[in-house]
């Protein structure tokens, strides 16, 4: 550890001082000087256009920006923006929020294709991990439902990671590529990585490879809510060893025409969700729970081809993707329940839950698109996948503090082996039936089939489910003025029950119940009603949307009123009527001088129509954020301040909490600079450091209530790139 708080410590006594005299060197300004372009977006309706013109809500974060903000994942960024906010807790479990949506209500793509599987607890979603930040060209947002172009799970929005790609083969021949080190002082965190790629001819080709050595954290002394610690608590189990490999070789037979193969692997040993020593915080009363994945090994292998110029009667472009992805994963669930009352010191029932998981899934997606007049474009497809699920599972229970423990073990699985397939055929068809005005409509039918096989151990019937379902959505874009477009946008989003939801038995990950299964579940459908203004100039840029959205058939969990296994028993169940609605405002102000201020605004509600009494919120009430920096003329030198104000939040769930009946409000405040310190021909050398939480405060994001997960103190942040 002390080795690295050296390299630090140098990065800090060389860096500072270059920083000032990269403020001071008399560069060509034709050389070095940063224009800013206008963010592009292709998620959102699949053909690239500028954001301030696409008729849906979306926020794009590029590749600087990831840089800059020296994040462990793509998820992290998203607690500063509009409509946005993070679960988890550590480098490698950090997942996105959507609009107060999570899990699998969100769906995360890599390059378009699918990342979410069945077996993913509905709470948990997928890993924007296993895409490394260094490899991201820039991440696609859709704030809303985007079924129509995706399908299931795209019920809340959709995250899009987009990878760097070689340069396309044809002619000639280049080469360049990226490496450099980060050092987080939050669990003494160390990632070198590096990255090649390049053209010979028709043959291009890109390697990637990172590796990230990361500690469990400290969170400062303080008080939060009801919590109060005299001294820094250990937030265990928030470390990672996380390694990311990828490669990749393209050839193109003719100009806009490109096929590509891309291997891609992600190994984690030691991630978990993070906890505190309960007898820390002075609640020694409450149940231990501790969600730790021992292992997990992720490897996905993709075709492809792209054609951009085909002019035939059917199209003029044409994609087609077929993936293969093995995830495998080791999860430890060890839980205690302290009897408390009378009951003998320390007596209470410990259970230990181990499940191994093996998740195979075959892909594809075909999409076309067709100019059929000047003012008209079809996009079409065909879509697929197939999870093949495979678990074993061991569970020991014993009771403490009457007489000798008894252990008892059970190997009965959780989950029977499982398969769940998924097809939908989409269309979409965009029009400028007059100028200023910009129109999208599309629709999808979808057939999602969940069954269960034969398993060991287990003597259940063979059952499945089938949910058929057809959606659709219609957005607008019509620009009242060159610098002030009019965007409402009004669809139909739905999510097919998973694997868990319908066959899972046994008890619940946070371990506060025991879940029964429930085969016959609803699909989740929603209608989400969109309607913001966008501004932009040479000095301010801006949007507001107001958003609802209302989910027939959601599902949650509900008490059966029986107790399993000493635990009280759930089930899932499709309740009538969930509703979030909110606000959201940005802005961004160039000052001129090199100063620019932001500053972005979200108001979210969340309600269980059908019982308003229960809380459904995961995420922030209300948040405020405003944003200061400061950019040399020459390029090579900025510094930036931001602060962030989270409100309190009294529509959660805070059973096993102890911060008291609502999640209390909290201000965090961070500050960044970068350089670009010098150039050797092709080569570019460049620094970033950074100290978060300055203010050493003790808080917790709002999505981590269900436990008490504190974030980490002031923390320092240096970073070392080099480009050729």
Not at 196 to 219: K, P
Not at 564 to 585: K, S, T
Not at 707 to 722: E, I, K, N, V
Request: glycine share 12%; net charge positive.
């Amino acid at each position: 550890m002390a080795s690295r708080r050296d390299t630090l410590l140098v990065l800090l006594i060389v860096g500072v001082p270059s920083l000032l005299r990269a403020q001071q060197r008399d560069t060509a300004a034709a050389r070095d000087s940063a224009f800013e372009l206008p963010p592009l977006v292709v998620t959102a309706t699949r053909d690239l256009r500028e954001v301030f013109s696409t008729p849906v809500p979306v926020t794009v974060v590029d590749s600087v920006a990831l840089r800059e903000r020296q994040v462990n994942n793509a998820a992290e960024l998203f607690t500063d923006l509009a409509g946005l906010d993070a679960n988890g807790t550590g480098p490698n479990q950090g997942r996105p929020v959507i609009r107060g949506q999570f899990g699998q209500r969100i769906l995360l793509l890599e390059d378009g294709l699918r990342m979410n599987n069945s077996r993913r607890q509905s709470d948990f979603g997928e890993l924007p991990s296993l895409v490394p930040v260094e490899e991201i060209a820039r991440v696609e947002v859709v704030r809303g439902p985007a079924s129509v172009l995706y399908g299931s799970d795209a019920l809340g929005g959709v995250v899009n990671l987009i990878t760097r790609r070689p340069p396309p083969g044809l002619e000639g021949s280049a080469v360049h590529g990226s490496a450099g080190f980060r050092y987080t002082g939050a669990g003494d965190q160390a990632r070198p990585w590096g990255s090649v790629a390049g053209r010979a001819g028709r043959i291009s080709y890109g390697l990637f490879g990172a590796y990230r050595d990361a500690g469990s954290y400290t969170a400062p002394s303080g008080s939060f809510g009801e919590v109060r610690t005299a001294r820094d608590l250990t937030v265990h189990d928030t470390g990672v060893q996380d390694e990311n490999y990828a490669v990749q070789l393209g050839y193109a037979p003719a100009a806009g025409h490109a096929l590509f193969g891309r291997y891609e692997r992600y190994v984690a040993r030691g991630a978990g969700f993070g906890y505190v020593d309960n007898a820390a915080i002075g609640r020694p009363d409450l149940p231990f729970i501790r969600i730790y994945y021992p292992r997990q090994q992720v490897d996905k292998f993709t075709l492809g081809y792209d054609a951009g110029r085909l002019r035939t009667p059917v199209a003029d472009r044409l994609g087609v993707l077929w993936y293969h992805q093995s995830n495998d994963r080791l999860l430890n669930l060890d839980v205690f329940v302290p009897f408390g009352g009378s009951a003998p010191p320390g007596s209470g029932v410990d259970s230990r839950s181990r499940n191994n998981t093996d998740v195979n899934t075959w892909g594809f997606r075909v999409e076309a698109a067709k100019a059929i007049t000047s003012k008209a474009v079809l996009t079409y497809g065909l879509d697929g996948y197939r999870d093949r699920s495979l678990n074993s599972d061991s569970i020991t229970t014993t009771v403490i503090g009457f007489g000798p423990p008894r252990p008892q073990t059970s190997t009965v699985p959780q989950l029977p082996y499982a398969v769940y397939r998924s097809v939908g055929g989409f269309a979409q068809l965009q029009v400028t039936p007059i100028h200023r005005l910009d129109l999208v409509a599309g629709g999808r039918w979808q057939d999602v089939r969940a069954e269960t096989r034969r398993t060991p151990g287990l003597t259940l019937p063979e059952i499945g489910s089938t949910d058929r379902t057809l959606v659709g959505t219609f957005n607008a874009s019509y620009l009242l003025t060159e610098k002030l477009a009019l965007v409402g946008s009004v669809g139909r989003g739905f999510r097919s029950p998973n694997l868990i939801e319908r066959f899972f038995e046994g008890p619940t990950p946070e371990g506060n119940g025991y879940q029964v299964r429930t085969p016959g579940l609803d699909p989740e459908t929603s209608l989400n009603l969109d309607l913001g203004l966008r501004w932009r100039s040479r000095h301010l840029s801006a949007e507001g949307f107001v958003f609802q959205a209302d989910i027939r058939d959601g599902i949650r969990i509900e008490p059966t009123g029986d107790t399993i296994q000493g635990m009280p028993a759930f089930r899932n169940v499709n309740v009538a009527r969930l509703r979030y609605r909110g606000l959201e405002l940005s802005a961004t102000a160039r000052l001129g001088w090199g100063l620019s201020v932001g500053g972005n605004f979200t108001r979210v509600d969340a309600e269980d129509r059908k019982d308003p009494t229960n809380p459904i919120a995961a995420s922030y009430a209300t948040k405020l954020v405003g944003t200061a920096r400061y950019d040399h003329p020459s390029g090579r030198f900025w510094v930036a301040y931001l602060v962030r104000h989270d409100g309190e939040q009294k529509d959660v769930s805070l059973a096993f909490s102890p911060v008291g009946t609502v999640w209390p409000s909290f201000t965090v405040h961070e500050a960044r600079a970068g350089a670009t310190l010098f150039r050797l021909g092709p080569t570019t050398h460049r620094i970033g450091i950074a100290v978060t939480n300055l203010g050493n405060a003790l808080y917790s994001e709002p999505s981590n209530a269900s436990l008490f997960r504190p974030a980490p103190g002031r923390s320092a942040q240096a970073s070392y790139t080099m480009d050729f």
